[in-house]
């Protein structure tokens, strides 16, 4: 007889297996995922946080778990989980014929100084989106809409630095891209001087990669980026090192969750039997 744990490191490998299959560009392999765990759980040591908080990461290293309701700051129980809601979206997305788009939306109301990421309510801004689909044309009641809330640690021109979540969606729907955009627009848009010129609450995009957009959506690293000017003046992103009590708070922030906490679905519902869809009344 199999156990528990066989059961859910073959289901694991088989998710992986299968999102490669769909041409995703990065699916984590085990060692890339230890290294990832190790350098958590080193973080959270060295950084003195209280050892009963993570002491239960300390055992798992990839080979299954008992625990099914595993915390998101395990990497290894985390990729499980999201591996299967992005393969069991996938397949809902792909038999269902309307253009489909990748969206990210943007809401400066839900950005939080360091520190404050515990402060950051993923329902509040859930339901956010959710008020504009409730508020949508009729055809948005049988809309495919599936991602997650992505964490980025940004700085300003002015050296200012604060989280910024974002919430990426793959939306199959029969609507053009400007109408995608005006139905997902934040009600509240601060002025230019507090996020500049170009910023853009809402970017739409026709997808060419189903299942690669899917996996962006709900991927978990934080990205650091610093606004820079280039040489004509444009204003731009580049990449810097994440201080280090930033990255143990979002450590922090992902143990008081559990893996799918950050994902989003509308049109679509989990059962036992994976994600189906479903039309919205």
């Avoid at 792909?94 to 109301?109: A, K, M, Q």
């Avoid at 950051?120 to 055809?139: E, K, M, T, Y």
């Avoid at 604060?162 to 939306?171: A, D, G």
Wanted: proline share 5%; glycine share 6%.
């Amino acid at each position: 007889m199999r156990s528990f744990t066989d059961a859910s490191q073959e289901g694991a490998i088989a998710d992986a297996k299968a999102l490669r299959r769909f041409k995703v560009q990065k699916v984590g392999s085990i060692e890339e995922l230890s290294r990832l765990h190790l350098q958590r759980l080193v973080r959270l040591a060295n950084s003195g946080v209280d050892e009963a908080r993570w002491a239960h990461l300390k055992q798992c290293d990839g080979s299954g778990c008992w625990n099914i309701s595993c915390s998101a700051a395990c990497v290894f129980g985390e990729r499980r989980e999201i591996n299967r809601f992005n393969r069991q979206t996938a397949i809902v997305h792909r038999l269902d014929e309307r253009p489909e788009y990748f969206t990210t939306v943007i809401d400066p109301h839900y950005f939080k100084s360091p520190g404050e990421l515990h402060e950051f309510s993923i329902s509040g801004l859930f339901q956010s989106i959710r008020r504009r689909l409730r508020a949508a044309p009729d055809v948005w009641k049988s809309a495919r809409i599936s991602g997650g809330v992505h964490i980025a640690y940004d700085r300003n021109q002015n050296g200012r630095e604060f989280w910024s979540p974002h919430v990426h969606l793959t939306i199959s729907v029969d609507a053009t891209k400007e109408e995608v955009r005006q139905v997902l627009m934040p009600p509240r848009v601060p002025p230019p001087e507090l996020v500049g010129e170009k910023f853009a609450p809402v970017t739409v995009k026709v997808i060419t990669n189903l299942a690669n957009a899917i996996a962006y959506s709900t991927k978990a690293e934080v990205d650091a980026r610093g606004a820079v000017v280039d040489g004509r003046g444009n204003l731009d992103r580049k990449w810097f090192n994440m201080p280090m009590p930033a990255k143990v708070e979002h450590d922090l922030w992902l143990l008081n969750m559990k893996p799918r906490d950050r994902t989003f679905l509308s049109g679509m519902k989990v059962s036992r039997g994976g994600v189906l869809p479903v039309d919205r009344r």
